[in-house]
């Protein structure tokens, strides 16, 4: 069985050998870029890791794990675009280091080289990884559809934010660990248990994503804090908030919330004193802890060995604690 390094580092060595330097340069030096600058590689690991509790030899199976990660970036690439969001991963966005257009053109030409990567699994498991494959890439547009109509929205309720979120980030952690099944020749019982532990550790990860935002520790969580409130993000705490204040509270949060000029530590200070109050911190901990539970239940019982499981155990433990 690999470990989850072994395999990280397989990744990185599969991506740094992908060629990208066929004319024009203009249209994929800057995939090159966006697949440079980093990145856990959480998705591909998935799906090697979850084909490697059905057998051992992962080789045939590489080039279609690198395809999710091209997918992946080339999602963010057009999600940049989208927020007008000027840094990655401590670097310029494809878009602010060219222009639009090239962003726009270059995610596109992403989006086929994912294709291309992904057939090249073993043509028995074709049709059933790009069923797995299509569903889940136009599942992700939806998501992202969703979370930009919610900008002009007022009314989004926990429910609306929860389907949202498993569209966009977490369908593609069970897609990639149910495409990994598949192709490592797993029923379609424990392909399935799969998918679901995986949308599981999706929606987890991204309300703690959210919950971190707020309440993390900037050394720990890699990026300055408060941003979802300054730019009133519609998250689960914010929105949960709503649901809960009233009279002065419901007042005031409504006031910062629709404040156009404003001192951005008072900000972030005055509604997470708000979410304190409200106990909003401890729900949003509590459907946190929700999904990772239910995402260790799918996992116990796929039909495999502890043993083999080992390291998606351990990975949940290590998502939980910020660690990977």
């Not at 059905?54 to 590489?62: A, C, P």
């Not at 080039?63 to 999710?68: H, K, R």
């Not at 222009?99 to 059933?128: F, P, T, W």
Request: overall charge negative; glycine content about 6%.
């Amino acid at each position: 069985m690999y470990s989850f390094k072994e395999l990280q580092d397989v990744v990185q060595k599969e991506i740094d050998g992908l060629e990208f330097s066929t004319p024009p340069e203009g249209l994929f030096e800057p995939m090159k870029y966006i697949l440079g600058i980093g990145g856990k590689r959480l998705r591909p690991i998935l799906v090697l890791l979850s084909a490697n509790l059905f057998k051992e030899d992962l080789k045939k199976i590489y080039l279609p794990a690198i395809g999710i990660e091209v997918f992946h970036n080339f999602t963010l690439l057009h999600d940049d675009v989208m927020d007008n969001a000027p840094i990655r991963r401590s670097k310029a966005t494809v878009h602010e280091k060219w222009n639009n257009n090239v962003a726009i053109l270059s995610g596109d030409a992403m989006s086929i080289k994912a294709y291309q990567y992904i057939v090249s699994c073993e043509d028995r498991h074709l049709r059933d990884v790009l069923t797995v494959f299509n569903q889940t890439a136009l599942e992700v547009c939806e998501g992202q559809q969703f979370d930009m109509e919610f900008e002009d929205r007022s009314d989004v309720q926990i429910d609306e934010y929860l389907e949202m979120i498993r569209l966009k980030t977490a369908v593609l952690l069970g897609g990639s660990l149910k495409m990994g099944a598949v192709m490592g020749d797993a029923d379609a019982k424990d392909a399935e248990l799969l998918y679901h532990f995986g949308v599981n550790l999706g929606m987890a990860f991204q309300l703690q994503d959210d919950f971190l935002d707020v309440f993390g520790d900037e050394e720990v969580f890699g990026k300055k804090i408060g941003g979802d409130i300054l730019c009133n993000k519609k998250t689960f705490l914010l929105i949960k908030a709503f649901e809960l204040a009233k009279g002065e509270d419901k007042k005031e949060l409504e006031e910062w919330v629709s404040a156009k000029d404003f001192n951005a530590e008072e900000k972030i200070i005055a509604v997470r004193s708000i979410y304190e109050k409200l106990k909003v911190k401890d729900q949003s901990q509590a459907k946190i802890d929700e999904y990772f539970s239910l995402c260790l239940e799918y996992l116990d019982k796929v039909n495999v060995p502890a043993e083999k499981k080992k390291e998606l155990y351990t990975l949940v433990k290590k998502l939980v604690n910020r660690s990977v």
